[in-house]
């Protein structure tokens, strides 16, 4: 085993200590013919394999691993994560002591070897009791870039993010919804690795930083949401983007239907995109080819197969750590008439439990009533000594969340306007004392509801996905450091 001395170590005897088997790791070296060695904190086996040849594998096919038991190494851990398909490289986070940090990443060859480890490992039990988290690894090169003039166009703020910072690959700039000729006030820059990225938004991000005389607003932009290619394979809606805000369903289902009638099945459209759902999916690639880049009402319009969203796991993937997409992409466009009242605002049935695991340790609890007899002890407790999955909403999960943070109660303010037919429509902003001076200081949903416990369900719902987003950006940043 190769030993840089970047952690004070010399040999693999410094390296391993208390239950760590030595001669196991050799073992496993020998037995594979991978390298190891350990630097910065972490522990690489492999990056490349033994006979690799060209470059490393793509984006997307490295997996995020968490809640390792700290005692466990690589002669445990390879073997499980090789059922999925061949291991370029696996990293573990070591601590000084020799443990490990609970954490790993393992990059695999293919990206379909990597969502099959996501699928066949993610609440996989390694120990008894002791259950995995994998995910997709996040390395985000992108970042968000606010309060830009509106008046800017894409090679001027191109010019201008390359002047001051390095790594600038592009820049993603989308027309107002109102007023083509202007931007929305905001652009996606893109680096050309996470690394560019990170130090692009220390230098930008302390909010005393101006282009043109503004001063900016610089976060991690939420990365795409990645669907396997088996998924995108059956997939007939399109997604069109850069819309005017007047055009109509008829008007876009008129278009799409020019090249073939009758293949469109319905269109769904909200402010200056939309959802058209095709009968059949040859029908929608060939549209997609023929209406990407044509002018509808005067817009020049985008055309993209949509990508469809897990109903049954998007919450419990974004409270697991996963960022939340943008609001265009958390409207689950599916192929049933359910999805689209969700889309128009109705709040999602909500999972009973925050963290992200099918069957974490404590299962999850059964939602039934039982007989209360006379005479039965009761003993009086705090909702906070509760394990998190015996709630059901997302107004308690926030409420314990907070507690748990050391955090003061959230405060809610309800709002009120009246839609076109006359209907009262709610909404709720929540704020959150502890954090109320810091990035965000206020938490408040985009859609309206018409009634009160939907709407404050759908507050507390928005708000809890933008704080785990919010702690992983942090998360992402410390890792970019440390490891």
Known sequence: MNEENTDGTNGCSKVRTGTQNEAALLALMEKTGYNMVQENGQRKFGGPPPGWEGPPPPRGCEVFVGKIPRDMYEDELVPVFERAGKIYEFRLMMEFSGENRGYAFVMYTTKEEAQLAIRILNNYEIRPGKFIGVCVSLDNCRLFIGAIPKEKKKEEILDEMKKVTEGVVDVIVYPSATDKTKNRGFAFVEYESHRAAAMARRKLIPGTFQLWGHTIQVDWADPEK?????????????????????????????????FKPGAVERVKKLRDYAFVHFFHREDAVAAMSVMNGKCIDGASIEVTLAKPVNKENTWRQHLNGQISPNSENLLVYANKEESHSKSLGKP????????????????????????????????PISMYSLKSNHFNSAVMHLDYYCNKNNWAPPEYYLYSTTSQDGKVLLVYKIVIPAIANGSQSYFMPDKLCTTLEDAKELAAQFTLLHLEALKLAVLTEWLSWHC
């Open 226 to 258: 990645e669907v396997d290619e088996e998924t995108m394979q059956r997939v007939k809606v399109l997604y069109v983007r850069n819309l005017m805000i007047s055009t109509t369903e008829e008007t876009i289902k008129a278009e799409f239907s020019k």
């Open 348 to 379: 999602p049935t909500l999972p009973t439990r925050l963290n992200g695991q099918h069957s974490p340790s404590p299962p999850e609890i059964e939602r039934c009533t039982y007989p209360f007899f006379p005479g039965t002890k009761l003993t």
